[in-house]
């Protein structure tokens, strides 16, 4: 099985920035793609970025492209989510998430994760 811990959820003033830490224990070897979703208050929970813990791949939800960035540290077993230009609207609790191998296309669908944190909370006040 697969670990997750997710850190760095705080409250923020709206444009500010923030970085998320998600780090990864136990069998990490057979689960080489994380991302991170998002769940606001009375709203589905929804996809904000995934990567490849090769790297090579990343992908973005689209009301999160051009502010966030994701990238890993494979020797640490952990990946980042850096956020600017933050929005009121960014305001949810983030999960960090694991899977095996998912195809890019398929990186921003829940069900290919099989491996989630408890989510850590991050506030923007407008």
């Known amino acids: 099985q697969v670990h997750l811990v997710e850190s760095g959820g705080a409250l923020v003033q709206a444009g500010g920035s923030l970085r998320l830490s998600c780090a990864a224990s136990g069998r990490t070897s057979s689960h080489t793609a994380m991302g991170w979703f998002r769940q606001a208050p009375g709203k589905e929970r929804e996809f904000v970025a995934a990567?490849?813990?090769?790297?090579?791949?990343?992908a973005y939800g689209d009301s999160v492209k051009g502010r966030f960035t994701i990238s890993s540290d494979n020797a640490k077993n952990t990946i980042y989510l850096q956020m600017h230009s933050l929005k009121f609207e960014d305001t949810a609790v983030y999960y960090c998430a694991a899977g095996r191998p998912i195809p890019i296309q398929a990186m921003d669908a829940q069900s290919q994760y099989d491996a989630w944190g408890q989510g850590t909370q991050v506030t923007v006040s407008s």
């Open positions: 990567i490849s813990m090769s790297g090579i791949m990343t």
